[in-house]
């Protein structure tokens, strides 16, 4: 009995107290003048062929201000209560786009054209209609660009979700500024899947560090835990203890 119960700890790589959690390895990665120790598990590459290139449209890596990372349906499921990791015949993680910078910043404050268009009903949006029924998972508004009859399998729809409405007799919100979250219809990487709904929404997770993540719908009634825990968990991988600036 003894024996048995030294041979599990010896399995589960020690049982005392300063053993609970496992060694990780990570990969040094410079971004925006921090240097960040991602555990490897989160490295873009070590996706499945496909994903990688259907997020990279997010936003091109064109400098060392940013960094795409993944965190899996399983990570995400284990740490944040309500979320869903099985949608879409399969397991759906995030794909998390990370800006660092004081420009990042700058841009973050800086008013969006499509958000102020979008408000206004000019330009592309000039015929913006917003939806009689509300996002179910958000309660948010659903603004269409364009009059036009919704359907549930068309690949490729786009919309806006806002929690207030937008009004072009009043000057444009901008502290903070108003920028609803861009959503569309996609069938993903999955064969023969459904098409789902996914939203692009920002946040800001510390003074200079801003992430980007697309969250499938179902998704959307936790993005606050999602957004807490993705800040709790990029701002711990900062290497030089003084630069951690954790709101």
Known sequence: MHLMLVLS???LIGCDNDSDRFDVPTVEIPVGGKRFAVPHEHI???LPIGLERLFYRLNALSDETE???YFSAAWMSAHIDGYQPVLNNGFEG???LIHVGEQIKKDYARPHSVSIDLW???GTYENRVIMDQKEPNTGFYIIQPIPYQSSPDYDGEQWFLSETLPDESKPYPQNPPWKPYICRRTSGIIENAKVVTKCRIDAQIAHDIFILVDF?????R???EVFAVLAKEINSWIIDKDARNER
């Open 216 to 220: 499938f719908s179902e998704n959307l």
């Open 120 to 122: 206004y009903k000019r």
């Open 44 to 46: 873009m590459s070590s």
């Open 222 to 224: 936790v993005r606050e």
């Open 67 to 69: 960094i795409l990372l």
């Open 9 to 11: 700890c010896v399995a």
């Open 94 to 96: 995030d794909a998390v």
